[in-house]
C-alpha cells in the first residue's frame, strides 16, 4: 500500500502537465468531496524504542467527465494510527464517481456518489471488497455567510444516505470461517461546521480565508446482512473539534487539528474506542 501511495504521489506531481486531472488530498473519499476532512499526520520516534504514527489520509485524482455534472476519481487511502488502544492498520485503492444530478451551478443540487475498492486490514489480516454509494442533497443557503462586525461566520449543514457493501474474501486459516463473509450496512451520516472567516474585500465578494473551524461529523451504520461472525447490529461514529488555520491565505491548505473521537469504522479497520488527538492536517 506505501507503494502506491508513493507511485500516486509520483502522478500527482505531474497532473497539472495533463491539465484534465485535479490533485487531491484528504482524510477519505467514503463521501462528498464537499465536505471531506483534512488528511491528518503525526510521528514520533523515540530513541531506543518503535516509532509511533498517525496517518489518516487519502490522495486522489479527479476528471470531470461532463460539464460541471459527472466526475471520476482515482484514490488511495491509509488509515494507520498507533497511537490509540486498539490499533488501526487499513490501506484501500479504489475509484468512484461523483454526480451532481443538476448542474453543479444550480442552488438546490444532490450530490450521489458511488466508490469501489479494495481495503486491506493488517491489524485482522484480512482482506475485503467494498462497494458504497451515498445521496447528499447541497444547498447555498447552507453555506451561507453571516456578516459581523470585521469578521465573518459561514456554516454548513450537510446530511447523507446511503450503503456500504463489505465482501471479505481473504483472512488467516485460523479465522476464515469468522471473517469470511458478506455485510450490507445501511448508512445516516451528518456534518455541522462553523467557521470563522475573514470579511469580504466588498458586498458580495468572495469570502476570506479560514480562521477558526468548529465542526462536528456523525455516522450510523447498521448491519442489515451479516453472514459472517463479527458483531453485527449498529456502529456509531462521532468525530468533533477545532481546526485551527495558522497561515491567513485563501483556499488555506494547512491547518492544526484537535478532536475527539467515539466510535468505530469497520470498513476502515477502526474498532469502537475513544480518543482525542491533536495532528498535523492538510487538504488539496
Known amino acids: 500500500m506505501k507503494i502506491y501511495c508513493i507511485f500516486l504521489l509520483v502522478i500527482i506531481t505531474q497532473a497539472e502537465v495533463w491539465g484534465q486531472w485535479t490533485p487531491m488530498v484528504r482524510q477519505s473519499f467514503e463521501s462528498s468531496d464537499k465536505k471531506s476532512e483534512p488528511a491528518a499526520f503525526l510521528a514520533t520516534f523515540p530513541k531506543g524504542k518503535g516509532a509511533s504514527f498517525l496517518i489518516d489520509g487519502g490522495i486522489g485524482l479527479e476528471k470531470e467527465l461532463s460539464l460541471n455534472r459527472l466526475y471520476f476519481k482515482a484514490v488511495v487511502e491509509y488509515h494507520r494510527n498507533t497511537l490509540i488502544e486498539k490499533k488501526q492498520n487499513n490501506g484501500q485503492l479504489g475509484g468512484g464517481i461523483e454526480w451532481f444530478i443538476r448542474p453543479a451551478e444550480k442552488q438546490n443540487n444532490g450530490i450521489v456518489t458511488s466508490d469501489l475498492k479494495y481495503v486491506r486490514d493488517a ?57 469470511r463473509g458478506n455485510i450490507l450496512r445501511g448508512v445516516l451520516k451528518g456534518k455541522v461546521s462553523l467557521s470563522l472567516l475573514d470579511r469580504p474585500a466588498r458586498v458580495g465578494g468572495i469570502a476570506g480565508p479560514t480562521y477558526l473551524q468548529l465542526y462536528v461529523n456523525t455516522a450510523f451504520r447498521y448491519d442489515v446482512v451479516n453472514t459472517t461472525e463479527t458483531p453485527a447490529g449498529w456502529h456509531p461514529y462521532l468525530d468533533t473539534g477545532l481546526i485551527f488555520y495558522p ?38
Open 247 to 284: 497561515v491567513h491565505k485563501q483556499n488555506n491548505k494547512f491547518s492544526l487539528g484537535l478532536s475527539y473521537v467515539n466510535g468505530e469504522n469497520p470498513a476502515k479497520g477502526l474498532a469502537r474506542q475513544e480518543y482525542f488527538l491533536f495532528a498535523f492536517r492538510v487538504k488539496i
Open 123 to 179: 491489524v485482522a489480516d484480512k482482506a475485503s471488497v467494498v462497494w458504497a454509494g451515498e445521496i447528499t442533497p447541497f444547498s447555498k443557503i447552507f453555506n451561507k455567510p453571516i456578516y459581523r462586525c470585521n469578521k465573518v461566520l459561514a456554516w454548513v449543514l450537510s446530511p447523507a444516505a446511503g450503503f456500504e457493501y463489505q465482501n471479505t474474501f481473504d483472512a488467516p486459516e485460523a479465522t476464515k470461517d469468522s471473517l
